[in-house]
């Protein structure tokens, strides 16, 4: 089972940027669609942006221009690069490895401890 650690988040003042990092362990990372995921207080867990083994990326709209999702297989690493924070980026970040089922990305793998971001000012 693939398993995560998320660390870089903190607090942060509006119009902020901040970069998480997400350690896997695994010999396949490479393979793997990866995935960010963002909790907001007393909301779901939703996907916001996601990479592909070939390096192709897709980003829900609230976060385009602003959120960047990258990846280094040789530290089985994704990173995600955010910039021009806003309050509503508020949240606990979770990364996860993803597959397709029925059209839709699905996570696979155990979810970590995440990562908290807070922007306030």
């Known amino acids: 089972q693939v398993q995560f650690v998320e660390s870089g988040g903190g607090l942060v003042q509006p119009g902020g940027s901040l970069r998480l990092s997400c350690v896997a362990s695994g010999s396949i990372f490479s393979s793997y669609t990866m995935g960010w995921y963002r909790q907001a207080p007393g909301k779901q867990r939703e996907l916001v942006t996601a990479i592909g083994s070939d390096g192709s990326t897709t980003e829900v709209d609230s976060v385009k221009g602003r959120f960047t999702i990258s990846r280094d297989n040789a530290k089985n690493t994704v990173y995600l690069q955010m910039n021009s924070l806003k309050p509503e980026d508020t949240g606990a970040y979770y990364c996860?490895?993803?597959?397709?089922?029925?059209?839709?990305?699905?996570?696979?793998?155990?979810w970590g401890q995440g990562t908290q971001v807070t922007v306030s000012s």
């Open positions: 996860n490895s993803l597959r397709r089922l029925f059209g839709a990305y699905v996570p696979f793998g155990t």
